[in-house]
């Protein structure tokens, strides 16, 4: 140290400072003050900040009326603002407890904490159908009463299905070519459901020559069952068989009965079983009548004719009516019945009316022939 003055005072402008390491905010990384940021630019900002507080206190003391306005503005903002938050955060908690109750309904769970908010529309559900008494009721279409049916007819069954039970099942058949329709299908039910034989119902027609027992029986087996062929899409070979064999049968029984029709009504003595099920449950599935008429078709040949496919046969073609008495086609079909046995009485009161008046003008001929001998 020298005697001429005293120590040199090192500048502490940063532009004259020697670079110095320092730890950086990412770890244990060293940089210098030159390659850092000016940090002079914050205290600028609060030097302007300051001199705007001391701008504004000086037109406070200037203007004490427009401070106090420009702070009543300012309040008013931040209850504005608080008051906006407020409902946000109200609403947020209302749906975010309505979401909770939606996910805690899903499984099963059915607390639900009280919460005031946004209420939500409710869904107005569709009128479905009720079943009571194992019957179907559907909806009224424009303000009808509701058409009770039978169990097996859901919400869900095709309209094809629906329509066969509301047509055709039940109803008493007296012509051949329908009978055999209704025997043929019967017996595919071992192989197909009903829907799904409904379905097809127009092949079978056309592949079985509009169920006319006389040509069904003339088809050549060969034909029918060759691969590729419609008829083969439809059944096995031995159901087609079967087909052909029975209408061959049936050939022979309208031969000897003067029509299926004769023959078949013959085993409920040409009138309906009138079942009066009130359950589904109560609906079997062969009876003893089914077995006796399976055991005589059997015995002239028939194939794929089992109790339970007779059965399933009677019910369609009305020789037994198993409606649940609360279903609406229950009384329909009582009604068809009743007026097919009084068409058959009348026809018969008719035929000896026209046997008198054959006598009647045979007499009045050997009178007229007595006469002229006579003469």
């Known amino acids: 140290m020298s005697?001429?003055?005293?120590?040199?005072?090192?500048s502490m402008n940063v532009a004259d400072s020697e670079a110095r390491p320092v730890f950086g905010p990412a770890g244990n990384k060293t940089g210098s003050?030159?390659?850092r940021k000016d940090a002079s630019k914050p205290l600028r900002k609060a030097e302007k900040l300051g001199k705007e507080v001391d701008l504004a206190k000086e037109k406070k003391e200037a203007s004490p009326q427009s401070h106090s306005a420009s702070v009543s503005s300012v309040l008013r903002r931040h209850e504005q603002l608080l008051h906006s938050n407020l409902s946000m955060n109200a609403s947020c908690s209302s749906d975010a407890s309505t979401d909770s109750f939606h996910s805690r309904?899903?499984?099963?769970?059915?607390?639900?904490?009280?919460?005031?908010?946004?209420?939500?529309?409710?869904?107005?559900?569709?009128?479905?159908?009720?079943?009571?008494?194992?019957v179907l009721e559907s909806p009224p279409?424009?303000?009808?009463?509701?058409?009770?049916?039978?169990?097996?007819i859901t919400p869900n069954t095709e309209p094809y299905?629906?329509?066969?039970?509301?047509?055709e099942w039940g109803v008493p058949v007296h012509d051949d070519k329908k009978l055999f329709?209704?025997?043929?299908?019967?017996?595919?039910?071992?192989?197909?459901?009903?829907?799904?034989?409904?379905?097809?119902?127009?092949?079978?027609?056309?592949?079985?020559?509009?169920?006319?027992?006389?040509?069904?029986?003339?088809l050549n087996e060969k034909k029918v069952i060759t691969p590729g062929t419609t008829a083969s899409s439809l059944l096995s070979d031995q159901k087609l068989r079967g087909i052909i064999e029975n209408a061959r049968q049936i050939s022979k029984v309208i031969v000897e009965f003067g029509s299926f029709d004769n023959y078949i009504w013959s085993f409920v003595n040409h009138k309906p079983i009138l079942s009066k099920f009130r359950y589904p449950r109560q609906v079997p599935v062969k009876t003893p009548k089914a077995e006796v008429i399976s055991k005589d078709l059997v015995r002239r040949g028939f194939r794929g004719v089992g109790p339970t496919v007779i059965y399933s046969f009677m019910q369609v073609v009305g020789l037994t009516n198993d409606h649940l008495i609360s279903c609406f086609r229950f009384q329909e079909c009582v009604a068809a019945a009743e007026g097919k046995e009084e068409n058959?009485?009348?026809?018969?009161?008719?035929?000896?009316?026209?046997?008198?008046?054959?006598?009647e003008?045979?007499?009045?001929?050997?009178?007229?022939?007595?006469?002229?001998?006579?003469?």
């Open 3 to 10: 005697a001429s003055g005293g120590p040199r005072l090192r």
């Open 33 to 35: 003050y030159s390659s």
């Open 105 to 134: 309904a899903s499984t099963g769970r059915l607390t639900r904490s009280n919460s005031y908010g946004l209420t939500r529309k409710r869904s107005v559900s569709k009128p479905r159908s009720v079943v009571s008494d194992g």
């Open 141 to 152: 279409p424009d303000g009808a009463q509701p058409k009770k049916r039978c169990a097996w």
């Open 161 to 167: 299905y629906a329509t066969f039970h509301d047509e």
């Open 181 to 218: 329709e209704v025997l043929v299908l019967s017996s595919a039910l071992s192989e197909l459901t009903w829907p799904a034989i409904l379905s097809k119902r127009h092949i079978f027609r056309e592949v079985f020559a509009d169920f006319d027992p006389v040509a069904v029986s003339k």
């Open 344 to 359: 058959s009485i009348k026809n018969e009161d008719a035929q000896p009316n026209a046997c008198d008046s054959v006598m």
């Open 361 to 375: 003008s045979d007499l009045s001929i050997a009178i007229d022939n007595l006469s002229l001998s006579s003469e």
